[in-house]
């Protein structure tokens, strides 16, 4: 019992640790956004080209796997078919995004940056592929960041979209937008829904004799509340611009991929990357490592773009902090299943 005890308590001064340093690294990272956001820059653009990172490692690996003997005479080899390589015209290229969202899609400026340099640049016959990866999130934040990927389509650029882990909600609003559009066979797809949570404490006011005045110019100019007392009418007319809100997510998808059955999809359910290919979500069942790859075999140009930002001191900081806190999370976590089973 005293030793139960004893890790017990070791658990609540972890947990305490914990729950202080993801304070601090709030602190650090909300002071880090304001100095990002005074700068108004999105970051410096940097261009990896992952087809000669590819070959150049393909090659490396080749000589260490070949016996010492025979290593100068396939380096020179390899030297020429490089060179012939080189001088051969390239038949695509395939210029890489990536997006991971949040809540509020707050990579979206950066995406949009780089849309716009891109559509400066495409040729006939480019392919861009977008490596999304989205839970979704506000309707109007999504909205304007598969707004994005419509203007390439707009350009003319061939859009691929690969999706690893999730496209849901407003991650597939994006996702829809592709011409050909990938997922992993785990891969969560859809969730074409609209939801609302709404507390509402005004009985808890009530009891207390704290009345809540509400104020408004417009008969819907706020229909349900958090503090007052919502009203039926006002939760009717809620739950209809709930429904006007999906029903026009349901037109973007519609006009985007003509071949669903929206009345099948559009329940908000969501799909593994298998199950959504039946249904008509996605093209194809894949990775998007495996579709680059297929792309660097063809011997396509392949580039990889972004914008990278100076983190400042704070910045930094939270970054360790950050990692810190996944770490002792996780080993939180680990000693309490132990100590769950050890119990049973």
């Not at 658990?11 to 650090?28: C, E, G, I, R, S």
């Not at 958090?226 to 997510?249: I, M, P, Y």
């Not at 998808?253 to 999809?265: N, T």
Request: aromatic letters at 4%.
């Amino acid at each position: 019992m005293i030793e139960w005890l004893a890790e017990y308590g070791m658990f609540l001064a972890k947990t305490a640790t914990l729950v202080v340093a993801l304070a601090l690294v709030l602190a650090l990272m909300a002071r880090g956004r304001r100095r990002g956001g005074d700068s108004g820059s999105t970051g410096q653009l940097r261009v990896t080209s992952l087809d000669a990172r590819f070959s150049g490692r393909q090659r490396q690996l080749q000589l260490a796997a070949t016996p010492k003997s025979g290593r100068r005479q396939l380096a020179k080899r390899l030297k020429r078919e490089e060179k012939q390589a080189a001088k051969a015209a390239v038949n695509e290229r395939v210029w890489v995004l990536d997006f991971e969202g949040d809540l509020k899609a707050s990579a979206t400026p950066a995406l949009s940056e780089l849309i716009s340099l891109l559509i400066a640049q495409l040729e006939s016959g480019d392919e861009v592929v977008l490596r999304l990866t989205s839970g979704g999130g506000l309707v109007h934040s999504y909205g304007l960041a598969a707004a994005q990927l419509d203007r390439l389509r707009d350009a003319g650029a061939r859009l691929t979209v690969c999706v690893d882990k999730v496209a849901a909600s407003g991650g597939y609003m994006m996702a829809c937008c592709a011409h050909h559009l990938i997922a992993a066979p785990f891969a969560v797809i859809g969730s074409i829904g609209v939801v609302a949570q709404i507390p509402n404490v005004h009985r808890l006011l009530k009891k207390h004799d704290v009345d809540v005045e509400l104020l408004t110019a417009g008969r819907y100019k706020r229909t349900l509340t958090v503090l007052g007392e919502n009203s039926e009418e006002g939760r009717a007319k809620f739950l209809e611009d709930l429904q006007s809100t999906h029903d026009l997510f349901k037109q973007y998808v519609g006009e985007r991929r003509p071949q669903l059955d929206l009345e099948q999809v559009a329940t908000g359910e969501i799909w593994y990357g298998s199950e959504a290919l039946s249904q008509g979500l996605i093209d194809a069942v894949g990775t998007s490592d495996a579709y680059l790859l297929e792309k660097l075999s063809s011997q396509a140009r392949v580039l990889h773009v972004s914008l990278t930002s100076r983190r400042g001191l704070a910045g930094r900081l939270a970054k360790g902090a950050e990692a810190g806190v996944e770490r002792t999370l996780d080993r939180v976590l680990e000693r309490l299943g132990r100590l769950g089973w050890e119990r049973h």
